[in-house]
């Protein structure tokens, strides 16, 4: 499925993309998390889907840890309080569940390439990406920000990792 936010000129809002993105996840039968009032790590996160235009197959979601490695500014302590997150601790026990121990190293040997391509592109932007952004850019346009980044997004070709490894999405 491919969905608008993963246009390089994508004119909707930072939260419209976010808001596609969450139906988007409705849409495949995925758990939406939502934060609570303390915190903003899991609308962060989704927001990272929308501006680095990845969907959540296991393959993007290798991509988009490169981009988060190479593409964002951010502080260990914070993306350490997001992993512990017992939504995000769930999901990971359900993969290892589903794929085993050796799913994880075989998902990121598969996803070499993606990864190296979010490498080599995030090399060209102009400034990193703050995981934790000013609450104003939710209502700023897609485009405006990548721009402002410097952000060139893969295009569909260039997010393809081979056939997408099927999980029942469950935790």
């Not at 290892?96 to 998902?107: A, T």
């Not at 952000?151 to 029942?168: D, M």
Request: one cysteine or more; hydrophobic letters at 40%; glycine letters at 6%.
């Amino acid at each position: 499925m491919r969905l608008k936010y993963q246009e390089q000129n994508c004119a909707m809002t930072l939260r419209e993309g976010v808001e596609e993105y969450r139906a988007y996840l409705a849409a495949i039968e995925r758990k939406i998390m939502v934060d609570t009032s303390e915190s903003r790590l899991l609308l962060e996160h989704d927001a990272t889907h929308v501006i680095f235009g990845m969907d959540t197959s296991l393959e993007q979601e290798a991509g988009l840890d490169s981009w988060l490695l190479w593409g964002c500014q951010w502080r260990l302590v914070y993306i350490r309080a997001y992993g512990n997150l017992p939504e995000i601790k769930a999901l990971y026990r359900a993969l290892i569940k589903e794929f085993g121990w050796r799913g994880l190293p075989r998902l990121y040997w598969k996803t070499l390439g993606l990864k190296w391509r979010v490498f080599r592109r995030s090399r060209s932007m102009s400034k990193k990406w703050p995981y934790q952004f000013p609450d104003p850019w939710l209502d700023k346009s897609i485009n405006e920000l990548r721009h402002e980044h410097g952000l060139i997004i893969l295009n569909e070709e260039e997010r393809w990792a081979g056939a997408p490894l099927a999980w029942s999405g469950h935790y």
